[in-house]
């Protein structure tokens, strides 16, 4: 049986409230939902399926891989769109995301063959607040509102997050600790 699945970022349980509420905000004023149905993140491989008895070799390639990663920080500064639907917080550009995303994506294919389905657009990291089921007419006037709004949280990236669906909303299955100070060469 297949199930699908996605890797990500997942700040501290503090900002993840401090961001929820933003979501909320736009759920009850712009009848946006869909961010709700997974805790905010920043995107490494998106959605993908996966057989039962492949979950365990991923889950093994997941703890090999964020060995080979230090934990970083990452800064997310104010808001970015993807018109016409999509809201969400910018990250700064960061040296080490690009290169961690080319890095998983390629060992993901050639250990497990698992493709990112977006793999010919460009990544951009985000944490999204709004997106699929936010119309035009209310993009339009939250984009008008946030735009400009000022937000700034900073965080350090200390695991990798493998995200299950659970055919109603994603749940963290497994985290996977980035390379600690004390397996430093």
Known sequence: MNQRFFIALLPPDSIQDEV?????????R??????LKAPPHITLIPPFELSSDRLNPLQIELEK??????????????????PPRVIYLDVVPNPVLPNLYVD??????????????????????HMTVAFRDLTSENFELAWTEFR??????E???????????????????????LKSAEELP
Do not use: C, M
């Not at 964020?66 to 993807?82: D, E, Q, R, V």
């Open 20 to 28: 929820r509420q933003i979501q909320y905000d736009f759920e009850a």
């Open 30 to 35: 712009y009848s946006s939902k869909a961010t």
């Open 65 to 82: 891989f964020a060995k080979t990663y230090s934990p970083f920080t990452i800064n997310l500064s104010g808001f970015a769109a993807f």
């Open 104 to 125: 998983i994506a390629a060992t993901l294919v050639n250990t497990l063959g698992i493709i990112d389905p977006y793999a010919s657009r460009p990544f951009v990291p």
């Open 148 to 153: 400009d709004r000022q937000i700034n949280f």
């Open 155 to 177: 965080f350090e990236a200390i695991n990798l997050t493998l995200l299950a669906h659970d055919e109603q909303k994603w749940n963290v299955l497994s985290n996977f600790s």
